[in-house]
């Protein structure tokens, strides 16, 4: 309440915003907040907005500098991503234009699927062609692919499912994560949005899809975001539809320059390493929530998760141990 009370006092009295009502919007996986504010008179908040959006982001625990640097980045190619009013970056105070509450989670449906995820990859296509570079944003190195995959262990293994691991597991672990680092560091390096997915995709009549979520950009794989949207944790289509997608927005970013290799069994096995090793992060990261932060609800999104890491690993004989492991080690939990 108090950080609320504060935010109150900087729209009425340092803004100088008329008359309002702040009103929850959501909140996210991280210690962000965020609020809507609607008018209460007849005039509006400004010239360009009926409603904005408040980021209580605390300074202690986020940094909003990456939000404002990407946000900056993003609005300047032409993605519609939430522009910034104003500003208290001190106490951690955004203030956004509003693109709606229509996740792409609740708008997808079998007769709009084509067209909205056709809008998400173009916009993906113009972070990748035209987005921040390599001196722009930091790497998607080995190290932190690596520290990725180890929340799966240390989260979901051990603290989750309370799996005490023999030595010969704990090395296949780190093999199979090695290898699927080297599939990600050998691809094509973009600008990687880093949560390219249907919670943070908002259905928008203008310049479909609204962007958010984007502050932990990274110069990556030219597959990670494409893999994160079609494979996503939260929502899944069959195996073969996927790969069509995929494939035709590999073909597209070919044609685009965006990448050389055009050879599909490449592009589709980059493609799918690419989903394991995030599948792995997500599986640990969702474990972390409910463990350390109190948040239960991405239990529920585990099974789907894994079933693309299960999937995957049992298609590749190089990924084989760890689906060997998954099918035995899982079935001693159930």
């Known amino acids: 309440m108090q950080r609320k009370a504060q935010i109150t006092s900087w729209l009425r009295d340092e803004l100088k915003i008329p008359d309002f009502d702040l009103q929850p919007a959501s909140s996210d996986a991280s210690f962000r907040r965020y609020f809507r504010v609607f008018p209460l008179n007849d005039s509006s908040l400004n010239d360009e907005d009926d409603t904005l959006i408040v980021m209580d982001a605390p300074p202690d625990k986020e940094d909003t500098g990456p939000f404002v640097k990407v946000a900056t980045l993003m609005a300047a190619i032409g993605l519609n991503v939430p522009l910034i009013r104003q500003s208290n970056l001190e106490n951690g105070f955004l203030l956004l234009s509003d693109l709606g509450s229509k996740q792409y989670l609740s708008a997808l449906n079998e007769s709009n699927v084509e067209q909205l995820y056709a809008d998400a990859l173009k916009a993906l296509l113009t972070l990748q062609r035209k987005g921040p570079k390599d001196d722009e944003l930091p790497p998607y190195d080995h190290t932190l692919l690596m520290r990725e995959m180890e929340l799966f262990r240390e989260w979901y293994l051990k ?97 685009a320059g965006v990448i050389a290799e055009k050879d599909e069994a490449r592009l589709l096995q980059w493609f799918d390493w690419m989903g394991v090793q995030r599948h792995l992060k997500a599986t640990g990261i969702f474990a972390r929530l409910n463990h350390r932060d109190g948040k239960p609800g991405y239990l529920q999104d585990i099974p789907r998760t894994l079933s693309y890491v299960v999937d995957v690993t049992g298609r590749y004989p190089e990924l084989h141990a760890l689906n060997d492991f998954l099918n035995q080690r899982m079935s001693e939990t159930d």
């Open 159 to 255: 603290v989750h499912l309370e799996l005490t691991l023999s030595a010969q597991e704990q090395q296949m672990l780190s093999d199979v994560f090695e290898r699927l680092a080297e599939s990600a560091l050998g691809q094509p390096r973009v600008c990687v949005h880093r949560d390219y997915h249907s919670r943070n995709l908002m259905l928008t009549t203008h310049n479909n899809p609204g962007i958010l979520d984007f502050q932990d950009a990274v110069i990556g794989p030219v597959t990670y975001d494409v893999v994160s949207l079609l494979r996503d944790c939260y929502i899944a289509w069959p195996r073969e539809r996927v790969e069509a997608w995929a494939l035709d927005y590999l073909v597209q970013a070919a044609e």
